[in-house]
């Protein structure tokens, strides 16, 4: 089988996807994420056939475990993505810096970057965020929909919260430690009050646009100008309701390039990225999982997109903010 160009481009490319699911497959469903499945979007075979290089796994709480016994869910889902690196040390590798990515491209690995998706695991002390520090988390979500001790979620509608005092003091301890901060799923005064608060460039890993597609998880041209203004990066993400509200189920892959397109017009080239969201929702049929990857570069590239640009997007603009934050 030859290969064509945009093949060529994607594998030779730094892939980075900057959101899944993926560890609650391993520990609620049973799925190990080590082999081959037809359940779900991502195991360790697919990123491979996708041609990821570095993937950013989650360790999302469940509403149930918000209030109580948050930082030991936290801390159950880190387990299991360090059993899958221990397990399979040839296969997977846990990225604490910029280099380790670039390592796991020449070795042909996956890299995985590990993220708390909501501040609930810190328990409201800033000693357990430098403890996931040393275990290796670099991705901090401040909040999920909901408040957290640290920030309102994009739910709290009513009450329209920032960052708390303890969410300041969260926001410079990871400006410190080199921990990346994440704006996605964060009320707009959230997403303000970091923006004015960090001094590091900040990340909105799943987040569309607004413009294209009115829902609250989307961010308006100004945060997203923000963002980018401040050497940050968004993440288009693949979530079906937030490529077409009205229609979830209409969603393709042509929305999720509009919305490529849309930020690559509106924020310019250096500030759009990937995270597919990938095990964490439906996902448009023609997308149906991690390995159409290589499927979007080609019609990036169709599309008249340059390889530059559409290297950037794939995974450079990632690899530059996380180098830049968590350390080269
Ligand atoms: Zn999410």
Known sequence: MSTTPAQELHFDAIVIDGHCDSI??????????????SKGHIDLPRLRDGGVTAQFFACYVPI???????????????????????????????????????LA???????????????????????VLRQFYRLGVRNLGLAWNYRSAACDGVSESRSNGGLTQFGVKVVEECNRLGMLIDLSHLSPAGVDDVLNTSLQPVIASHSNARALCDHPRNLTDAQMEAIA???GVVGVTFVDAFLNARNPSRATMEDVIAHIEYMLARIGPDAVAIGSDFDGCNTPADLPDVTA????????????????????VLGGNLLRVFSSVCGE
């Open 24 to 37: 609650g497959e391993q520990l609620d469903q049973g799925r190990w994420l080590g082999e081959r499945s």
């Open 293 to 312: 990857y290589p499927r979007l570069t080609a019609r990036l590239l169709d599309r008249g997109h340059s390889p530059a640009v559409v290297r950037k």
């Open 229 to 231: 203004v401040r050497g």
């Open 105 to 127: 491209k020449t070795e042909n690995k996956v890299a995985a970057i590990a993220g708390l998706e909501g501040a609930e695991a810190l328990d409201g002390s800033i000693g």
């Open 64 to 102: 149930a475990f918000q209030r109580h016994g948050a930082t030991v869910q936290a801390l159950d889902r880190l387990d299991q993505l360090l059993r899958l690196a221990d397990q399979l040390p040839g296969e997977l590798v846990l990225a604490r810096r910029a280099g380790d990515i670039r």
